[in-house]
C-alpha cells in the first residue's frame, strides 16, 4: 500500500487533501455537467473554502470526503467519504457522498469508491448503517446507491434547498452492516 493511503480499493486510493488537489477540484467544481445538481457551480473561492472545511472536518474528527486518486497514475479524480448528516431531514447519522470529475465518469469508480467508503465506516469507524441522498433528478448517483446495496427510506424535500428549485426534493438511502 503507498504510505499516502488511509486506505485503498482495487484501483483507487484514499487520502487526505494535498495542496495540489485544490486547482484540479475547483476545475471540477466549476464544470456545469459535474454540478448539475447542486444549487450551482463554484467559484475558485468558494471551491477552496469547501477543501478548508473537508481539512477542518479531518482535523476534527479523522475521517470524512477523502482525496480519491486512481492508483495506476496517481491522478486526483475526485472525492469519495462520509460526514455527519448536519442538518434537520427527520433523519441523523453519516452520510456518504461522492463527486468525480466528468473524464471519470462511467469508469465504476463511484460505485468502487463507495463500497471501499462503507467497508472503511464499518470495519475502522464502528458504523452500524450509513445513509446517502440525492435530489430526487439525480439518477446517476442513485444508480451508485442501490449498485452498493443500500435500499430507499424515502422522499424529502432538503431543508436547504430553495422552495422553487427541481432539486428540493431528494431521496434518501440507507446502508446498514449486516
Not at 39 to 60: C, G, N, Q, W, Y
Not at 104 to 109: A, C, D, L, R, T
Request: hydrophobic share 40%.
Amino acid at each position: 500500500m503507498n504510505s499516502d493511503y488511509v486506505f485503498e480499493s482495487e484501483r483507487l486510493g484514499f487520502r487526505k487533501w494535498k495542496p495540489s488537489d485544490r486547482a484540479p477540484f475547483a476545475v471540477m467544481n466549476a464544470n456545469p455537467d459535474v454540478m448539475k445538481f447542486f444549487p450551482k457551480p463554484l467559484t475558485r473561492e468558494e471551491s477552496d473554502a469547501l477543501v478548508d472545511r473537508i481539512e477542518a472536518h479531518f482535523e476534527l474528527t479523522g475521517y470524512g470526503l477523502w482525496a480519491v486518486e486512481v492508483k495506476k497514475t496517481r491522478t486526483f479524480i475526485g472525492l469519495i467519504g462520509m460526514l455527519e448528516v448536519n442538518f434537520d431531514a427527520g433523519f441523523e447519522g453519516m452520510e456518504i457522498g461522492w463527486r468525480l470529475g466528468k473524464e471519470h465518469w462511467h469508469q465504476g469508480y463511484a460505485t468502487e469508491g463507495a463500497i471501499a467508503c462503507l467497508a472503511y465506516g464499518a470495519g475502522v469507524l464502528g458504523l452500524n448503517e450509513i445513509y446517502s441522498f440525492t435530489s430526487l433528478i439525480n439518477k446517476p448517483s442513485e444508480m451508485v446507491m442501490k449498485r452498493i446495496g443500500m435500499k430507499k427510506i424515502k422522499e424529502f424535500d432538503h431543508p436547504l434547498v430553495a422552495d422553487d428549485s427541481p432539486l428540493k426534493p431528494h431521496v434518501l438511502y440507507k446502508w446498514e452492516n449486516k
